[in-house]
C-alpha cells in the first residue's frame, strides 16, 4: 500500500536543536507570558525583515484581528473573498463591513483596477491578501490607497520570508500579519506576527493581545488573550535558522511542477514576476479547466485521491459564499474568484517531498488515471 501524501507537512528542525531550548524552560519553568524567548525570536524576526516593529502573536488571526482594531476603523473595508475564512472573520468581528473586491487570473490577489470603483464615502480600510504567498500590485494599491486616504492591511499569512524588490514584503502597507501555522513554510507550531508601522498603533497592538492590562491594577481596553509562548517561540527560533535551506527546497519542488506539467493542456500554474520576487513557495495551486483538460477538479482529485494522495480545494468555497455571510447583504460582484475557486486543486508541496513522489503526482495528472 502506497504511503499517504498530503497537500502539506510540518516542518520540523533537528530535535536535538529543540531539546536544548526546553532544557532551560523545564529549569526556569517560564512558559509564557511574553517570555524571554518570546521576546528573542521577536528581535532575531525583526532582524530577518529589517523591520523595527513587530509583535509574535498566538496565531495569525488574532494578529489579523488585533492589528485591524489598532487601526480604529469604521464602516467598509475592501478586501478579497479568495482567502482562508480568518481574512474576512477578523474584518466582521470588528464590527466592520467587507466589501469584496474581485481578483486577477493571473495570480488570484485583488484586482487593483476593480478597487475604486467599490470605494464609497463609508471606506476606511483595504485588506488584501497575498494568496498562496503571490504577492499582491502593492504599488497600484499604495496609490489608491493614498489618493482616497485610507488605512492598507495586508494579510500575508502565506508571504512569510518573501521580498518584492529587494524589500521584505512585511514593509508595504500601514501593517501586515503573518500565519505561523504548522501548515506554513516557517511555524511556531500555531503562531503569527503583527507587523505595524506606526508606533501609537503597534503600542496598542500590544496592549489589546494582553486583555488590555496596563498594570496589575488599571485595565484600558477591551483586549484578548493573544500571546505567545515559549514552546511556540523556540520552535520559531529553530525553524528561522533553517528557513532559508527549505524555501530552496520548496522552491526546487515547485519548478519541477511548473516543468512537468506546462505541457499538460487544461492545467494551468499561477504565473509571477521571477526578476522582482523572491517567494517562498508556500503552496502549489493548479487549475483545471475542465474544456480543455477533460477531467473537472473534482474528479482529479479522486484520482489523485484514489492514489492516496491528498491534494486541498483552496480556496472554495470563497467566503462570500460562507453560510454566515448569506443573510448579510455583502458587495460581491466577483466572478473570476467565483469560477478559479471552482477550478483550484492545491497539489502537495512541503520541504521533504521527495522528487519521486512528485514525479508520480505529476505522471497522474498528465495520464488522468
Keep these: 500500500m502506497n504511503e499517504e501524501i498530503y497537500v502539506t507537512k510540518p516542518v520540523l528542525p533537528p ?43 498566538v496565531n495569525g488571526h488574532m494578529a489579523l484581528e488585533m492589528t485591524i482594531q489598532a487601526m480604529e476603523l469604521s464602516g467598509e473595508v475592501i478586501t478579497t473573498p479568495f482567502t482562508f475564512a480568518s481574512t474576512t472573520h477578523a474584518i466582521v468581528r470588528n464590527g466592520l463591513t467587507p466589501v469584496f473586491c474581485d ?6 490577489t485583488i484586482d487593483p483596477d476593480k478597487i475604486e470603483d467599490l470605494i464609497t464615502d463609508k471606506t476606511t480600510a483595504i485588506v488584501p491578501v497575498h494568496v498562496y504567498g503571490m504577492p499582491c500590485d502593492v504599488e497600484k ?90 514552546f511556540q517561540a523556540i520552535m520559531g527560533l ?33 504565473s509571477y514576476d521571477e526578476d522582482n520576487l523572491k517567494l517562498n513557495y508556500s503552496y502549489c495551486p493548479i487549475f483545471v479547466d475542465p474544456d480543455v483538460y477533460g477531467m473537472n477538479r473534482d474528479e482529479l482529485a479522486e484520482v489523485l485521491l484514489s492514489h492516496h494522495i491528498h491534494a486541498r480545494k483552496y480556496f472554495y468555497p470563497i467566503t462570500s459564499q460562507f453560510a454566515c455571510y448569506q443573510a448579510e447583504n455583502y458587495k460581491a460582484d466577483v466572478p473570476v474568484a467565483e469560477r478559479l475557486s471552482k477550478q483550484v486543486l492545491t497539489i502537495p508541496l512541503y520541504t521533504d517531498l521527495a522528487l519521486e513522489d512528485a514525479a508520480r503526482i505529476c505522471n497522474i495528472i498528465r495520464d488522468k488515471q
Design 15 to 57: 530535535m536535538e536543536e529543540y531539546m536544548e531550548y526546553l532544557k532551560d524552560i523545564w529549569e526556569t519553568h517560564n512558559l509564557t507570558n511574553v517570555g524571554k524567548y518570546t521576546r528573542q525570536l521577536m528581535i532575531e524576526l525583526m532582524q530577518f525583515m529589517n523591520s523595527r516593529h513587530c509583535l509574535p502573536t
Design 103 to 108: 481578483i486577477r487570473e493571473s495570480d488570484c
Design 141 to 230: 494599491i499604495e496609490a489608491i490607497a493614498k489618493k482616497h486616504n485610507l488605512k492598507v492591511i495586508y494579510d500575508a499569512a502565506h508571504a512569510f520570508g518573501e521580498e518584492y524588490k529587494g524589500k521584505s514584503i512585511s514593509k508595504y502597507g500601514d501593517a501586515c500579519m503573518f500565519s505561523f501555522h504548522a501548515t506554513k513554510s516557517f511555524n511556531t507550531i500555531e503562531g503569527g506576527l503583527a507587523v505595524v508601522h506606526n508606533t501609537k498603533a503597534l503600542t496598542r497592538v500590544y496592549q489589546l493581545h494582553n486583555f488590555g492590562i496596563m498594570d496589575e491594577e488599571n485595565v484600558e481596553f477591551v483586549g484578548a488573550n493573544a500571546k505567545m509562548n515559549e
Design 238 to 270: 529553530c525553524n528561522l535558522k533553517h528557513f532559508e535551506e527549505n524555501r530552496l527546497k520548496r522552491k526546487e519542488i515547485y519548478d519541477y511542477y511548473r516543468q512537468e506539467l506546462s505541457s499538460v493542456e487544461g492545467i494551468r500554474m499561477l
